[in-house]
Each structure stands twice: as C-alpha cells, then as structure tokens.
C-alpha cells in the first residue's frame, strides 16, 4: 500500500556558537557569510544588512585567509566586495561599519588612483590580496556580523532611527515573536517606511501599517495579500505618525520583517 506521513513544521534551532547561518571564526568572535554577486557594491551592503550584517571588514591576516578560504568554498573564486569605500574629508578607506582601518592586504601599487572607489579581494590567489575597483563591478558579497548570545528574542523598546534599518525580533533567524513599531517625524511632516524585505507565512503571519498610533486609516494589510515575500514597497503616512504591526501566528521557517 502507498504510505502517507505528516510531521510539524519546526524552526531552526539556534547553535550554541552564535553565528547561526553563518560560518563561525572561533577566534575573533565574528561570522561570515559569502552571498551570491550583487549588482554593486550598494546593492551588496543592502544584501548584507537583509542579513542582520554590513560587508565585511578585515583587522588581521588571520580574518583575511578565513574569509579567503570560505569564498573559495562557496565558489567565489574570482573576486569578493569588502565593506570599504572611500569617504570623509581626506577621502580615505574605511569601514562601513565603522572600525578602525588598522590593517590592509593591498597589490603593490594599490589603491590605484582613478580606478574605483571600493575595495574586492583577490580570491583566485592564495594570499587574498585587495584592490580598489568601480563600485558598480559585480561580485560576490562577503557579510560580517558579531556573535550573538543565545537569547530568546525580544520586542526592544528603543525607538526606530530614521535612514536605519529596524528588524522584528530574531531576524533573520526567527520571526515568532510580534511587536509594534511606533514611528514619529517632525510636527508637519511624514511618515515614509520602506519594506527591504517581508517573508512570512501566507496561511498565519501579518504586517499592517496603520497613519497615527490609534485611530488613523490602515495603509497596508500584508494578511491576505501575502505571497510570502516582499521586496521595496514603501507606504507614506499622512501625518507624523505611523503604526507597524508585526503579528505572527508560528512565524514558522521564515526571516521575518526589514524596514
């Protein structure tokens, strides 16, 4: 006879080394990820910060042949995006993360003046060497975000920074846990919220986004409408409040909410 079976639907759990997703460098307490080519280095740091991560940033040669080595294990083997761009007055690298510039892996004679204004590594050599290209050049992404303590996650109530990116609790390792972000702009202005991205489950979760903190119109109701994942839809309030309502119901093998 033919044989049927069901089983529950269970998340992920999360791994005692904290980099769960992530591959773990036990000796500086950070993880990594290599990502599939992104359309420019913008549109890499943006897949990074989907990730709960920026691109990488590099202090030691030990860092430098981990993430090497890794790329090369993802099949990244002819160049990878740094987090490091040009910036500031003196128009020096740096970290997009912020993290003191203390240690570079550069080709002689680089950076090359007038050849581009962010940093790849070299992936198809041992050494992991660093040039600066065209920030428009499309490569793969490498990710870095610290170890997390293994803790159940939790609606935080810090207020939302306008131009920052505000996650739901556990993102993107888990989504079970709701919470309601409360957005204000200054008297006579608006409220704009972008979605980066919005993965739940169709049949249970639902984001709605409500004008004012109660008694305003809803703008969006993600709980019919839902096909799983969304991507760059951006909603305006009419005053200078807005209501995000993250309600999951299982909140099952899913990201969660990046606005």
């Given at each position: 006879m033919d044989m049927f079976c069901t089983a529950p639907l269970r998340q992920p759990t999360t791994p005692d080394c904290g980099c769960e997703g992530f591959a773990d460098d036990s000796d500086d307490r950070v993880c990594y990820q290599v990502g599939a080519a992104a359309e420019s280095w913008q549109s890499a740091q943006m897949n990074c910060k989907k990730l709960g991560a920026n691109l990488a940033s590099i202090h030691n040669l030990q860092e430098n042949s981990f993430l090497r080595r890794l790329a090369?294990?993802?099949g990244a083997v002819n160049g990878l995006f740094l987090g490091a761009?040009?910036?500031?007055?003196g128009m020096k690298f740096g970290w997009v993360e912020g993290s003191e510039w203390d240690y570079t892996n550069f080709y002689p004679g680089f950076p090359m003046p007038g050849l581009g204004d962010c940093i790849a590594m070299d992936t198809a050599t041992s050494k992991g060497?660093?040039?600066?290209?065209d920030c428009s050049e499309q490569l793969p992404v490498?990710?870095?975000?610290?170890q997390r303590s293994i803790t159940e996650p939790t609606c935080s109530p810090d207020p939302a920074v306008e131009g920052a990116i505000t996650t739901s609790p556990g993102f993107p390792y888990s989504a079970s846990t709701p919470c309601d972000f409360f957005l204000t702009a200054e008297a006579g202005k608006t409220v704009e919220l972008e979605i980066i991205l919005l993965e739940a489950n169709p049949c249970c979760d639902s984001l709605v986004?409500?004008?004012?903190?109660?008694?305003?119109?809803?703008?969006?109701?993600y709980w019919f409408s839902l096909t799983g994942e969304v991507h760059n839809a951006t909603y305006t309030s009419s005053s200078n409040l807005m209501r995000v309502s993250w309600q999951p119901h299982g909140g099952v093998n899913v990201r969660g909410l990046a606005v």
């Open positions: 090369v294990s993802k761009t040009l910036a500031g007055k060497q660093w040039m600066n290209i490498a990710c870095i975000r610290e986004i409500h004008d004012k903190f109660l008694g305003g119109n809803m703008i969006a109701n």
